[in-house]
């Protein structure tokens, strides 16, 4: 099973609102990764959990917060988005960079903040 | 500074011929590269990755080349199909054994039934 699964596909929320985006992976992976992309553009990293420990945090404003409940769970909280934050957020995961470093995405969430 | 670079935005192909992808980088300490391709409203996908230490990789009908002197590196795809039609990327860990991985811009393929 090579798949990451990621809930809702599309989301629309006001600036105000709180939500929740969720990513799973049952690879047995130890490090998953939370990524923004705009229209055109590359995706571009937000945080890396590794072993369950936020490793890298690529100074995201704190309205978006990870979490990560167990190895198999990655969650992004979102609260008082801008409407500039709407794009697609890719889930992806890997093993350890000692070995492999492919990593396998997600098949996104497209988020539209009104 | 755009490490990974990917200066075509688009290419055409006929079906049956060669797709050449092309990506340039700057930092001499990237030693492993990753091309990933992806569909709309999906997310990417591993294709093929290569080594410093190796200076090409094949898998099927993909081969990724490496030139280190010139910090340049290549996918082609032969033949290609039309499910090919994608956005491809490359990729490169931005330090060996880290987890940060730095996207190029992407190139728009699209091969012509």
């Known amino acids: 099973d090579t798949e990451v699964t990621q809930t809702p596909k599309h989301l629309v929320m006001g600036m105000t609102n709180k939500k929740s985006l969720k990513c799973e992976q049952h690879?047995?992976?130890?490090?998953m990764y939370w990524y923004k992309q705009k229209a055109k553009k590359p995706p571009e990293l937000m945080f890396v959990y590794s072993y369950e420990k936020l490793s890298i945090n690529e100074s995201v404003p704190s309205r978006f917060s990870p979490e990560c409940p167990n190895s198999s769970l990655l969650n992004l909280h979102l609260h008082a988005l801008q409407p500039e934050d709407s794009a697609l957020y890719l889930c992806?995961?890997?093993?350890?960079?000692?070995?492999?470093?492919?990593?396998?995405f997600g098949p996104g969430t497209r988020l539209t903040v009104t | 500074d755009q490490q990974v670079k990917q200066n075509s935005p688009s290419l055409s192909v006929q079906e049956g011929r060669i797709s050449i992808l092309n990506c340039d980088y700057t930092?001499?300490?990237?030693?492993?590269f990753l091309w990933y391709k992806k569909y709309p409203a999906e997310g990417p996908t591993f294709l093929i990755s290569?080594?410093?230490?190796?200076d090409k990789n094949e898998d099927g009908r993909f081969t990724v080349f490496l030139n280190k002197s010139a910090k340049h590196l290549s996918l082609h795809i032969v033949p290609s199909q039309p499910g090919d039609s994608a956005v491809y990327f490359c990729?490169?860990?931005?330090?060996?054994?880290?987890?940060?991985?730095?996207f190029g811009t992407g190139t728009r393929l699209k091969v012509l039934a």
């Open positions: 990729a490169a860990p931005k330090a060996s054994g880290t987890y940060k991985y730095i």
């Open positions: 290569i080594s410093s230490i190796k």
């Open positions: 690879m047995g992976h130890r490090a």
């Open positions: 992806a995961s890997s093993q350890a960079p000692t070995g492999s470093y492919e990593q396998y």
């Open positions: 930092n001499s300490m990237f030693d492993y």
